[in-house]
């Protein structure tokens, strides 16, 4: 990375989209202001690995310099990749000093500003409305104008709303309340959301960095083509399970697109199916990494600490639906591929599944044991630092037996360092012992042949890591106008109201008007805010209408997915369109056909609790809890099954407009909670299913 830097002076670098949302492009700009750049994401993650490792800071440090770190370099690199002089990019790196020192601000003043709480200086509110400025100003840039729009009216009725007609006004606020509350409280820019961010989100975002520098892309890129290359449709179903695989570390849907994308897209042009498809496909997969365990998106450990739940009952909770969302997907692919005829892939073209795991088996320990640490009870932010600290150690100890032909030399390598590590950890896993194993690894790894460039990896890892982290932080910090405006003015019982009013008259309406909610915010905003902004209007009141907590904030945060990829905006979409060269509308709309489940899931979980691993099943009374799971599951199944025979038109043959019809009309049905609906359903999918099968062509009659 560091030859790339090299160089004083370069033309500026193109950026493909209107604004960075979509993560900036490689590199960290020209000549030494790239260097600069790189060093500051170094500084920066070394800083959140500090944090992570021994916590020794207060939160409202962490949270303060976290932000400092997201302002700095936001309008660093912003200036180094769109500036075209280097008075411009200096001009750029001054004002993100300006806003580190406003989080500096947090530490040096720390026991003053606890000690004038609710009195603050002149300074502190010239601090506080300078990096509010920024904050919104670094976002604009960042992600164009629609989030700061929406914060900044938060913004103006917070400061007007007073003079609303009832019941929409509150009882006025003055300029330093707000500013005291939005800069120096944990209800404004350093809410939960920045916490989050500050802990588990940067954590995790190396985590998967690491992981990738590993080679964990490949690993999951050989088992899918290998297990599906040479099905029928077989480059999309190894597009759909290879996002799926991804998703288990990267958490994000436009990271996904960009990464797994590059392979994928032009591998499905190739054998046949539409650029539009094919595209629609991947942000479908893509997306679906936000809610498939164990890592899943930043929402998940935000809505974790609002829930006041262990991540693990959220990893729990999204598992059944995830793996049904990637089925669907998995299943308009194959229907898809029927109905053009498309065929797979040749034997000489796919390497064995086999083989891979076998070669790279020992990628997947880190992931292994995240998964463990999480369900046994332990912390995201120690699962994940042991996770990282063992990716870490594979990463390095590769290097170092790399260059040693004996088979034995390296077993006794691998063997011994397993016993240095239980001999240091006698008295239970702790980050100290480990971190002075993974620095000797580091000191070994430096006299090795080879060892420079597994050490140069972990680094540019580091400088990526807080790279990535910038549109996710952001987001998280300007998302807490909303939060400080909704917890100070209480606005938020307003809507809560309208829900519940609604609801008593229909729940399904209810749910409806939630799912638009989330749908239209999102079709501007990320997925983050969305969320945030929808749970906090509209999950308590679904909650007092009896949908379980956990299910109520998880519908809000699929159809902030979904907005990712329905347009007009359809971010997944307008990532996989370069990839593809299509249109981003035409691909949003794929993506929505192919997505078709993932809009209707929800609603499935919400009526049957079940499905979620969640108690107040109405069929458990009848069935037990498992047995309650298994039919929830069971008909959520066959009804996105149905769903994809009504998107794609084909199951055996092409669907008439009639069979279209039943199928929805079976679907449905098994949605329903009315008398008799879940006999009907499936008998008319059976009945449906049978129909096809005699009407199938002669040629498939023979082929089977």
């Known amino acids: 990375m560091l030859e790339k830097a090299e160089g004083t002076e370069a033309a500026p670098i193109k950026v493909e989209f209107d604004n960075f949302e979509h993560g900036f492009p490689e590199g960290f700009g020209p000549g030494w202001w790239g260097l600069l750049a790189y060093w500051i994401g170094i500084a920066f993650a070394t800083f959140q690995l500090y944090v992570a490792a021994f916590n020794y800071l207060p939160s409202q440090v962490v949270r303060g310099v976290h932000v400092g770190f997201l302002v700095l370099l936001t309008f660093g690199l912003i200036a180094n990749f769109t ?12 004002v993100g000093g300006a806003g580190f020192l406003c989080g500096l601000y947090q530490w040096i003043f720390y026991a003053d500003l606890i000690a004038r709480d609710g009195d603050p200086t002149r300074l502190d509110l010239v601090v506080g409305t300078l990096l509010a400025v920024l904050i919104f100003e670094g976002t604009r840039r960042l992600m164009g104008a629609a989030l700061p729009l929406m914060c900044g009216a938060c913004l103006v009725y917070w400061f007007f709303g007073q003079y609303l007609p009832s019941p929409l006004n509150h009882r006025g606020y003055d300029f330093d309340q707000i500013v005291t509350h939005l800069s120096f409280g944990t209800e404004g ?3 939960v959301p920045i916490y989050v961010s500050a802990t588990y989100i940067f954590l995790f975002i190396l985590f998967g960095s690491f992981l990738e520098r590993a080679g964990m892309i490949q690993l999951f890129t050989d088992v899918s083509l290998g297990l599906f290359g040479r099905t029928r449709g077989g480059p999309a179903k190894v597009a759909v399970f290879a996002s799926g695989m991804m998703g288990t570390i990267s958490g ?7 990464t797994v994308g590059q392979f994928t897209i032009p591998l ?13 496909v991947e942000a479908t997969a ?4 936000q809610i498939m365990p164990p ?4 929402v998940a450990f935000i809505m974790a600490e609002t829930l006041g739940v262990q991540y693990s009952e959220i990893v729990k909770a999204a598992a059944i639906p995830a793996i049904l969302y990637f089925a669907s997907a998995f299943w308009m692919v194959h229907l898809e591929a029927g109905k053009h005829g498309l065929v797979g892939m040749k034997r000489s073209e796919i390497p064995s599944a086999w083989k891979a795991l076998v070669t790279r088996w020992y990628l997947v320990l880190p992931l292994a044991a995240l998964v463990y640490m999480l369900f046994e009870g332990f912390t995201p932010l120690y699962a994940g630092s042991m996770g990282l600290a063992l990716t870490v150690t594979l990463i390095l100890g590769t290097a170092i037996t790399t260059g040693v032909s004996a088979t034995a030399i390296r077993y006794i390598f691998w063997i011994g360092l397993a016993l240095v590590v239980a001999a240091l950890s006698r008295d239970g896993l702790q980050i100290v012992p480990v971190a002075s194993v993974v620095v000797g690894l ?8 080879g060892g420079f460039a597994a050490l140069r990896a972990c680094r540019d890892a580091l400088a990526e890591s807080a790279k990535s982290a910038i549109t996710v932080g952001m987001a998280c910090a300007i998302v807490g106008v909303i939060i400080g405006m909704m917890s100070q003015t209480g606005v938020g019982t307003i809507f809560g109201g309208w829900v519940i009013g609604l609801g008593e008259k229909s729940l399904f309406l209810a749910l409806v008007m939630t799912m638009l909610l989330s749908i239209l915010l999102g079709t501007g905003i990320p997925t983050i805010p969305t969320y945030i902004i929808t749970a906090a209007l509209a999950a308590p009141a679904l909650a007092k209408l009896g949908v379980p907590l956990i299910a109520s904030h998880m519908f809000a945060f699929y159809y902030g997915i979904m907005a990712d990829l329905s347009p007009p905006v359809a971010l997944a979409a307008l990532a996989a369109a370069p990839i593809a060269k299509e249109n981003p509308d035409k691909i949003g ?7 078709l489940a993932g809009y209707v899931i929800p609603f499935i979980f919400v009526y049957s609790p079940a499905l979620m691993l969640q108690a107040g099943d109405p069929m458990a009374a009848k069935l037990g809890f498992y047995g309650a799971v298994a039919l929830a599951a069971t008909k959520a199944l066959v009804a996105i099954g149905l769903f994809g025979m009504v998107a794609i038109g084909f199951l055996f043959t092409r669907l008439t407009l009639i069979e279209r019809l039943v199928a929805l009309g079976a679907a449905f049905c098994l949605l329903g909670e009315f008398p008799f609906s879940d006999t009907a359903g499936f008998v008319l999918a059976a009945a449906l299913a049978l129909w096809q099968w005699r009407q199938r062509p002669p040629a498939a009659v023979e082929a089977a």
Do not use: D
Request: glycine share 16%; hydrophobic share 55%.
């Open 189 to 191: 820019f350093y809410g």
């Open 83 to 94: 500036a075209k002089s280097n008075f411009g990019r200096a001009l750029g790196w001054v």
């Open 252 to 258: 994000s849907g436009v990271a996904n697109v960009v």
């Open 589 to 595: 709309w794929e993506a929505m056909r192919i997505a």
């Open 286 to 289: 893509s997306m679906g990494g």
């Open 442 to 449: 580091i000191v070994i790894t430096a006299f090795v042949r």
């Open 295 to 298: 890592v899943m998106g930043a």
């Open 268 to 280: 499905m042009i190739r054998f046949g199916y539409r650029r539009a498809f094919a595209a629609g």
